[in-house]
């Protein structure tokens, strides 16, 4: 009998490399992960948490250059944390940031220092304060309101 097509073994192996290039693209290329997986407290100064977010971290220079951008939407409790090495002016822009934000500058000692509300997407203002800090975390507009976030809140890692 003849049987057109692959042998029994070039379909098994076939099938064998499209499952490594999937698995490959999926854990490498970061399809389908929620990158928001780091936990963050944000506390009154009396130690009485406000508000739980899940962040993304901007940890590589290519992730802090693209930052939020081009995104449509995000989470309620998400955000996305820029963590400096070292505090210094840290200035930030909604070039190419689709959805409004609320960012929140923090100094070394996780105090939130400044606050900037309802930044407009894809506005070229520049938006932070003239002095230094030692990061920002960026979340959805509104959630600075929603749970009365104010200077002089801090934030605490979770992260073990």
Known sequence: MYESGMSKTAKVLFFIIV????????????CGR???QVPLEIADSSGNIKLTLYVEEADTPAKAEKGLMFRESMPENAGMIFHLTEPRVFKMWMKNTLIPLDMLFYDENGVIVEMVEG???????????DYPVKGVIEVNAGIVQKYNLSKGDHVKSLKK
Request: charged content about 10%; overall charge neutral.
């Open 19 to 30: 499952g490594l290039l999937a698995y490959f693209l999926i854990t490498l290329g970061g």
């Open 34 to 36: 929620n990158p928001y």
């Open 119 to 129: 930044a407009k997407p894809l506005d070229l203002t520049v938006l932070g304060p």
